[in-house]
């Protein structure tokens, strides 16, 4: 099965600094897709960021960025020029195309890490 | 407009009771979740439909059962309520069924079993 890595519960960074969040996962998938959600305070669940395994050039969003080594089944999440706005819980989430053995449709989430961005 | 809503925003009741929450996406999708965040915000799985068909059915007490009136809704029905069963819950839609799309989440219902 699937596993999901966040190995920082939380974090904390100055305002316009830049943090980088780790996750890495277990998987004997060849091919699958790796998210980045953000919760805020709100407890609305809003996706920041995903990546094909296929492609191996990085994702970027305007602030957000990840560093992902599919060799390393590593998949980091950069957040440059933090912002007030950044704190939430980030969740790192695989899905797989279960195709595999004990592969799967889930999306299968990381444990959070809690970044609190401060003035 | 929202795109994913789900009713109640809270829900408190006793042990033992049967409750309800609802869930509408006026998106299009015709796939739809739902996941349990327990009170260490770990965010798990529960149900799948696509096309008001049961898809995915992850280990879940029976005292759980979706209905899919139609692939805009998707309910939640839990009979018999525990202690356990505290946590928010959030319902999800996506455009595809094997969710490589984006999962729009609705705003979640904390549900407080007293």
């Known amino acids: 099965a699937q596993t999901v890595t966040q190995s920082q519960p939380e974090m904390s960074v100055q305002e316009a600094e830049t943090v980088t969040l780790s996750c890495t996962y277990d998987?004997?998938?060849?091919?699958?897709?790796l998210f980045w959600y953000k919760q805020p305070p709100s407890r609305q669940m809003i996706l920041v960021i995903r990546?094909?395994?296929?492609?191996?050039q990085n994702a970027t969003e305007n602030r957000f960025s990840v560093n992902f080594q599919k060799a390393a089944k590593s998949f980091s999440l950069k957040i440059s020029d933090s912002q007030l706005g950044d704190t939430a819980m980030y969740f790192c989430?695989?899905?797989?195309?279960?195709?595999?053995?004990?592969?799967?449709?889930?999306?299968?989430f990381g444990k959070g890490t809690k970044l609190t961005v401060n003035p | 407009d929202t795109a994913v809503s789900q009713t109640p925003k809270y829900l408190v009741t006793q042990m033992g009771n049967d409750k309800s929450i609802k869930c509408e996406q006026n998106?299009?999708?015709?796939?739809m979740y739902w996941y349990k965040q327990d009170s260490k915000k770990f965010l798990k799985i529960m149900f799948s439909?696509?096309?008001?068909?049961?898809?995915i059915n992850e280990t879940v007490p029976n005292r759980f059962s979706p209905k899919s009136p139609d692939k805009a809704h998707l309910n939640l029905h839990i009979n018999s309520l525990e202690l356990g069963d505290s946590a928010v819950y959030f319902c999800?839609?996506?455009?595809?069924?094997?969710?490589?799309?984006?999962?729009?989440f609705g705003p979640g219902t904390r549900l407080t079993v007293t």
């Open positions: 999800a839609s996506s455009q595809d069924r094997m969710g490589r799309a984006e999962q729009y």
């Open positions: 998987t004997s998938e060849n091919n699958y897709y």
């Open positions: 990546q094909e395994a296929y492609k191996q």
């Open positions: 989430a695989f899905l797989g195309e279960g195709l595999t053995q004990g592969g799967s449709e889930k999306l299968v």
């Open positions: 998106l299009g999708h015709d796939t």
């Open positions: 439909y696509n096309n008001k068909e049961l898809i």
